[in-house]
């Protein structure tokens, strides 16, 4: 079965930037390219919401709206990371960031997923990690 792990998150001051990993850890039959992931947030007293998503092959990726221009979600399939480079960092940022992936060996994702980065079937979360911007 597939395992993830975050890391990166961290005490940020307003406009500053931080890189969150993802990354599959242990034994799956799968290898992590096979895989579109999935950024989520879950902010203090709030419902978890997507943050952005890309594709098995990095083909496709969307954010949303608060995330364009300021978040890229990249991945590199030889070291089985996805990455969220999260710049201008803002107080409304502040949450718990976890990844998750959905099976999906296609290099595109399926448009209405991609349109809300609410992806189908997701099988694997990571822990989460707190990113906490101060303003």
């Known amino acids: 079965q597939l395992q993830l792990v975050e890391s990166g998150g961290g005490l940020v001051q307003l406009g500053g930037s931080l890189r969150l990993s993802c990354a599959q850890i242990g034994f799956s039959a799968f290898t992590l390219d096979s895989y579109s992931i999935a950024w989520f947030r879950q902010a203090p007293g709030k419902e978890r919401e997507p943050v952005s998503c890309?594709?098995?092959?990095?083909?496709?990726?969307n954010y949303k709206d608060s995330a364009k221009g300021r978040f890229t979600i990249s991945r590199d399939n030889a070291k089985n990371t996805v990455y969220l480079q999260m710049n201008s960092l803002k107080p409304d940022d502040t949450g718990v960031y976890y990844c998750?992936?959905?099976?999906?060996?296609?290099?595109?994702?399926?448009?209405?997923?991609?349109?809300?980065?609410?992806?189908?079937?997701?099988?694997?979360w990571g822990q989460g990690t707190l990113v906490t911007v101060s303003s």
């Open positions: 890309i594709s098995s092959g990095g083909a496709t990726t």
């Open positions: 998750a992936a959905q099976f999906n060996p296609s290099p595109t994702l399926d448009p209405l997923e991609a349109s809300t980065c609410n992806l189908r079937g997701l099988e694997a």
